[in-house]
Structures are given as structure tokens and as C-alpha cells.
């Protein structure tokens, strides 16, 4: 006979972790913003790959583009080092890496990203699945205001410094607050694989 039983995560597993340490010093990070913007650079779309997919600009304003490996080996090195320390401390998934080239953000006054997940709900284009997601302010934030990184509700926001980063699981609901003023730089990173099970 089935016994209902509460089926607990480890107490030490997380959905959210905060860098409480820069991932990249400030001269890094100036780099990093070089080398994006060494790339061509596009008006980011929502939706791709789904019927309504593209630019939209009452979901999302914003400049992208994307860093290849061989640009910033270094830089990918570190994230993947400090990825899977993260994954094995707080989200414990499985055959985690980097799974895609690096966004470089740009999010202009006025620029916002409106509610989203970064996995498709049915993976009908996956694997690689994302699993855990990636932001990192590579500018300092006294350069723009607004902009805040909103968690799964209003109000759940993360207060990043330069260099650091926020990660979470790819499934949560995030969006970006609109820039009131000044530009908002970042770097958006995923890390999947296989499907979950």
C-alpha cells in the first residue's frame, strides 16, 4: 500500500546563490565588455524557435551579443572552474557544463527584459538543457540606475557589485527591471546537459 511520505531536498541544496567575492576584477571585466563588443551586435529576440518567436519590444529591450570560446578561453576556464564548485555545493545536478557562447548584455536607458524562463518548458529543442543560469555585472553599478534583476516575484531582487554574479536554476521566473538611467553591462552564462530525470 502507498504511504504518503515528505519528500525532503538536502538541507544544503539551493535554487539561488549569490558570489559574495568578485568572479573578475574590474580590469576583467573591462575585457569582457571589449571582447562583446568586439562581436556583432543584435537586438535581442524572445521566443526563438517557437511560433511568435523575435524581436519584441514590449517583452524585452536590449543589445546582445556572443562571446566565442576562442575569444576569452581564460574566461570561460573560470566560469567553468567556479560552476562546478557552485553545482556540487547548492544545486546538485547532473553532467553540468557550458553549454552555449556567452551573452554580452546591454541594456540601454529604458531597456528591460519582461518575465522568462531560460529553459523550454517541454525541451522539445534540448538537449543541451539548461539548467543553471548565469549574471554577471561587469559594469559598476553606480554607472545606471534601474535595472534590477527580479527572482520568481516583485521585490526579489539581487544587489550585484562589478565582477560579481548571480546564479539560478534556468526554470525559476526572472526578469530585468527597466534602466532609468545610464547603460546596465552584463554577462549571462548557462550551464546544462543532459535532460533531468
Excluded at 536590449?62 to 555545493?89: G, R, V
Excluded at 557544463?97 to 522568462?116: C, K, L, M, S, V
Aim: hydrophobic share 35%.
Amino acid at each position: 500500500m502507498y504511504e504518503n511520505k515528505h519528500i525532503l531536498e538536502p538541507k544544503w541544496k539551493s535554487w539561488v546563490i549569490q558570489t559574495t567575492t568578485p568572479l573578475f576584477t574590474p580590469d576583467q571585466c573591462r575585457q569582457i565588455i571589449e571582447a562583446g563588443r568586439r562581436q556583432k551586435p543584435q537586438a535581442a529576440q524572445v521566443g526563438m524557435g517557437k511560433p511568435g518567436g523575435g524581436t519584441d519590444t514590449k517583452k524585452r529591450v536590449t543589445t546582445i551579443s556572443w562571446i566565442p570560446f576562442k575569444e576569452m578561453s581564460h574566461m570561460y576556464e573560470d566560469l567553468d572552474t567556479f560552476i562546478q564548485k557552485a553545482n556540487l555545493n547548492h544545486f546538485g545536478f547532473n553532467d553540468i557544463r557550458i553549454t552555449e557562447n556567452a551573452q554580452f548584455t546591454e541594456y540601454p536607458e529604458g531597456g528591460f527584459y519582461d518575465w522568462h524562463m531560460d529553459c523550454d518548458t517541454h525541451m522539445s529543442h534540448e538537449p543541451p538543457v539548461r539548467k543553471i543560469s548565469m549574471t554577471l555585472l561587469l559594469n559598476d553599478p553606480s554607472e545606471f540606475e534601474g535595472g534590477h534583476l527580479e527572482l520568481m516575484a516583485p521585490g526579489k531582487y539581487a544587489e550585484l557589485k562589478q565582477g560579481h554574479a548571480i546564479c539560478f536554476a534556468s526554470f525559476l521566473n526572472h526578469r530585468v527591471q527597466p534602466v532609468t538611467k545610464g547603460i546596465r553591462q552584463s554577462l549571462v552564462v548557462w550551464f546544462g546537459g543532459k535532460p533531468f530525470r
